[in-house]
Nanobody, 127 residues
Framework: QVQLVESGGGLVQAGGSLRLSCAAS????????MGWFRQAPGKEREFVGT???????YYADSVKGRFTIARDNAKNTVYLQMNNLKPEDTAVYFC?????????????????????WGQGTQVTVSS
């Protein structure tokens, strides 16, 4: 079992930055691909980005060039650096973990791919 806890959300003005953290416990994240998703009010959950065990990254077009995912296996933590935030980035942000025993180079961008989820952290971007 992996427990995931997101933090770092808050209220920020458009154009600002936030860094979200996802702290894992129970197992080391070095054996997992990690992903970030978000859900805005009245909308379905959507993919934001993912990072493989070997550090490969893949992002949704809506955040490419503005968001960066990083992982620190020693700290058992994944980060989402969000720059140049826009009001449409307002959502609850979730991190997720997918067990990956074979160092896959595949990118996992659907929620059903993931085994564990955090409770989410609210990000609100004012215009």
């Amino acid at each position: 079992q992996v427990q995931l806890v997101e933090s770092g959300g808050g209220l920020v003005q458009a154009g600002g930055s936030l860094r979200l953290s996802c702290a894992a416990s129970g197992r080391t994240i070095s054996s997992y691909a990690m992903g970030w998703f978000r859900q805005a009010p009245g909308k379905e959950r959507e993919f934001v980005g993912t990072i493989t065990r070997t550090g490969g990254r893949y992002y949704a077009d809506s955040v490419k060039g503005r968001f960066t995912i990083a992982r620190d296996n020693a700290k058992n933590t994944v980060y989402l650096q969000m720059n140049n935030l826009k009001p449409e980035d307002t959502a609850v942000y979730f991190c997720a973990a997918k067990a990956d025993l074979y160092y896959s180079s595949s990118y996992y961008y659907t929620g059903a791919d993931y085994d564990y989820w955090g409770q989410g952290t609210q990000v609100t971007v004012s215009s």
